[in-house]
């Protein structure tokens, strides 16, 4: 996401911020009074039926689920996610204790002896944000991260699903290169405090804004509960980015053969929601081209390089190209990214009178095609930008004119 639209949907934000804010007092007092409950002390001599879930609303697990939903929902997993319940397992309707994970042990009460030492450690280990030992914990990821925003709101996220996660991660067009969701948590932290609007924000204001701003992975909404008004309106969501695997192609331009037929038109074209489509696939293409180089330069033992890629246009809108990169001999690249969610094949590509000028003006100014940019597999075309416009079947049409004038009053 490039930062003048960051800035439209933080404007949005702040108007609504103030009430928000007010709302945020009740949840952060019950967030208060549960960590002044359970100090680690407490939690070591829990007893196992003030620990689980299954066994009132007062335990550990149920307060944490429950009563502090509107800190970080965690309904729709399962009870095993606690370490050790109370309940049912599927077929078997039985209600008794159970072990949620076979780490812990086979025997009940060594089961929650391991899980109490285990969120013991979760919580000294977070206070110094020792990430390899929280990765290494037995708690399960979900639980993990809503102890840790718990104790520790000004350090750990308190958006808890994986997959939330992942859509804000792209929607925001955030560098990862991590399966972790520590890690994900921390990308969007670091985002949050790098923004010389939100560094300020509380955790709860960050989480906030994502929602209120770009609501739930589209994933989420089945097309069987859409009206059919709206079904061919839901965008598929974008795989997370850690698990792309680009592939570099080399194409040869063919020669343009017979018209393109006029479709007719049934209504009025939503110009609106194409060009906010286009935009997301643009966004999606820079973010897997810039990791692309990042990688490249990495394999080829070029850390340093690698390190000094830049996503420019997240910057400046104006500077032509998109990313800043280099080759291996350590000399500038400058690329502009093309999106498109099509296979390789006839196309077009949209070029600015900027882009065209920088073009001209920079000797190693690059164009890379991004074909299948919302897939998980997405195929790259490089090509120098004179090698583009100067190959004899590539067409350059002009669709838009600026008009210059100046007026005055009759």
Known sequence: MHINELREYQLEFEKKRPEFKKRFKKISLLRDRFVRGYSVLKIQNLKLDEYIVGKGEKTFCNRI????????????SPSKKFGIYFGVLGDDQTRKYRIGKKDFGDDIQVAFYNVKQEIIKLINDGKSENYESLKSNLISPMFKGKILSLYYPEKYLNILSAKHLDYFISFLGIENSSKS????????MNFK????VMKDWSMLEISKFLYQSFGNPNDETKDKNLPDELKGLKL???PPIEKIRSEVVDLNICELTGKKKSRK????PDYERQSKNAKRIGDRGEQIVLKFEKDFLKQHSKVR????????SKKDDRAGYDILSFDINGDEKFIEVKSTQNPIGKGQIQITANEYN?????SNYYIYVVYDAGGLNPKIWK???NDLFKNKHVKLITVLYRIELKTEKI
């Open 65 to 76: 689920e429950n009563e502090l939903n509107l800190w970080g929902n965690m309904h729709g």
């Open 181 to 188: 969701e520590l890690d994900k948590r921390s990308c969007i």
């Open 193 to 196: 405090n790098s923004d010389s």
């Open 236 to 238: 598929k969501d974008f």
């Open 265 to 268: 038109r049934n209504r009025k």
């Open 305 to 312: 390089l690698s390190n000094k890629v830049k996503h420019i």
């Open 358 to 362: 920088i073009s001209q003006e920079l």
């Open 383 to 385: 090509i120098k930008a």
